[in-house]
C-alpha cells in the first residue's frame, strides 16, 4: 500500500513531524513493506518554513533571535532557488524570474505561542521583534522574495516589534515597544524608502485588523488578551501613526490583515505585501495533486477539529482535497468539537474520523499518551485494510 503521513502538530503533545514519526511505525509495524511518505502539514504556523524548504531542497540558515519576551529562541531562515519550485507555487508567490532568490521565514519559530507556558501568554508584553531580526536577515542575504509563515502567533502589536527591528522609530518610545504601551505614541519613521522586495504573507487566517472578527476580539483571547476591547483600541492607536505616515499595502479592512495580531498589515507599512493561502503553498510545493493521482491512503490530524478547523485549515482541508481525489482518509486528532462532526460527515463516506483519546480522560495524561494512541491507532487500522486487500 501507499500511504501518506500529512499530520499538524497536536499542541503540547507532539509536533507535526512527531506525529508522523509516530504513525509511520504504526503503518510498518503491520506492513513493512508499505510505501511511506511524511509531509508535516503546516499551513503557515510552527514548521511552515522547513516544510517548505524540506519541499524543494532548499538550504536553512539557523538564526538566534529574540523569542515573544525576549529571550534567545533558534529559528532561522531558508533559501530556495526559484527554480527548483514547482510551477504552481511559482505562480501563487508571483516569482517573476527562474533567477529569484526567495528568503523562507515563519512567525512562529520567533514570536509563536508555543514558545510560551501558558502562564506567560501576555499580548500586552510580546513582541514580534524576533521575526523582524528573520526578515532582516533575508534582506542582508540578498533575498529577491520573501515568503513568511504567519499562523501560531503569542503577539497582538500589529508587527511593531517586527518594524523596530527593521529599523524603524517612534521617537522617545524606547527601544521595545509593547502593546502595553501603545498609547499616545509619536508617528513612527522610516530610515529608507519603502521596501522593494515583495514580502508574500501566508496564512490560514482571512480575518480583517479590527472589529468582531479582527486580530483582537477573535483571537486575542487564545493569547492572553483578557479586554479584547482594549486591545483594540491599542492597535488603532498604533495604526493611526502608520497610516498618517503611508498606510499599508494590506489596510486593515482586506482579508488577512489581522492574521498574527495584525503583523501582515504592519509589514505593509514598509514592504509590497500580498496575502496567499499558507495550505495552498503546502499543497503547491509538496505537489499534492500529483501525489493523489498515485491513490494512496491519507492520514492527517491535530490537536483538536473544530469549527474553525472547516474554513479552510490544514487537517480538514487536506482530508476534503484528498477525498475529492478519490483517497480514503483517516483524520486522527485529539479532540472533535461536537459542533465539527456533523460538518466531517458531510465530506463524504471516504473519511474516517475519530478522537484519540476517551473523553474521560484526564488532559494531562491524554497529552502525555498522544504518540502511543496514534502509533496503535494507524497500525489497527492498517491491519483492517491489509485485511480487506487480502483475496
Known amino acids: 500500500m501507499r500511504m501518506v503521513l500529512a499530520f499538524d ?60 519576551l525576549g529571550r534567545p529562541v533558534e529559528a532561522g531562515v531558508g533559501w530556495v532557488a526559484a527554480e527548483r519550485l514547482p510551477p504552481a507555487a511559482a505562480l501563487l508567490l508571483g516569482v517573476e524570474s527562474t533567477t529569484e532568490r526567495v ?62 527591528a527593521l529599523g524603524a522609530q517612534w521617537p522617545g518610545a524606547g527601544e521595545r515597544l509593547r502593546p502595553a504601551g501603545f498609547r499616545d505614541l509619536p508617528k513612527p519613521e522610516r530610515p529608507s524608502g519603502l521596501i522593494p522586495v515583495p514580502l508574500v504573507a501566508a496564512t490560514d487566517v482571512d480575518a480583517p485588523l479590527f472589529g468582531p472578527e479582527g486580530a483582537s476580539h477573535r483571537y486575542g483571547p487564545q493569547k492572553g488578551v483578557e479586554d479584547p476591547a482594549g486591545a483594540e483600541r491599542a492597535l488603532r492607536t498604533l495604526w493611526a501613526g502608520l497610516e498618517r505616515t503611508g498606510g499599508s499595502s494590506l489596510p486593515p479592512a482586506a482579508a488577512g490583515s489581522g492574521a498574527a495580531g495584525g503583523t501582515a498589515c504592519g509589514l505593509g507599512w514598509w514592504f509590497p505585501v500580498r496575502r496567499v493561502s499558507g495550505f495552498e503553498v503546502f499543497a ?19 490537536g483538536r477539529v473544530d469549527a474553525s478547523s472547516l474554513t479552510g485549515k490544514g487537517p480538514v482541508e487536506l482530508a476534503r482535497r484528498a477525498l475529492a481525489a478519490g483517497c480514503p482518509v483517516y483524520l486522527l486528532a485529539g479532540r472533535i468539537a461536537p459542533e465539527a462532526r456533523e ?31 496514534l502509533r496503535e491507532r494507524v497500525a489497527r487500522a492498517t491491519a483492517l485494510l491489509l485485511e480487506r486487500r487480502t483475496p
Not at 514519526?21 to 509495524?29: D, I, K, L
Not at 506492513?31 to 511524511?38: E, G, N
Open 103 to 164: 528568503a523562507v521565514a515563519d512567525l512562529a519559530s520567533a514570536s509563536g505561542l508555543g514558545l510560551l507556558q501558558p502562564e506567560e501568554r501576555d499580548p500586552g508584553e510580546s513582541s514580534t521583534h524576533g521575526v523582524g531580526e528573520l526578515l532582516l536577515r533575508a534582506l542582508e542575504g540578498g533575498a529577491d522574495r520573501i515568503l513568511l509563515g504567519l499562523g501560531g502567533s503569542a503577539t497582538n502589536d500589529l508587527g511593531a516589534g517586527a518594524l523596530q
Open 9 to 68: 502538530k497536536y499542541r503540547g503533545a507532539l509536533s507535526a513531524e512527531e506525529a508522523g514519526e509516530w504513525a509511520a511505525e504504526g503503518v510498518r509495524s503491520v506492513d513493512p513493506a508499505a510505501t511511506v511518505r511524511r509531509l508535516p502539514l503546516s499551513d503557515g504556523g510552527e514548521g511552515f518554513a522547513r516544510s517548505v524548504v524540506a519541499a524543494v531542497g532548499g538550504e536553512w540558515q539557523r538564526a538566534v533571535v529574540p523569542d515573544p
Open 343 to 373: 460538518d466531517l460527515r458531510s465530506l463524504g463516506p471516504g473519511l474516517h474520523a475519530e478522537e484519540l483519546s476517551p473523553v474521560d480522560l484526564p488532559l494531562a495524561e491524554a497529552l502525555a499518551t498522544t504518540g502511543p494512541r
Open 284 to 302: 503547491a510545493v509538496h505537489r499534492l495533486e500529483e501525489e493523489w493521482a498515485r491513490g494512496p491512503v491519507v492520514w492527517t490530524g491535530e
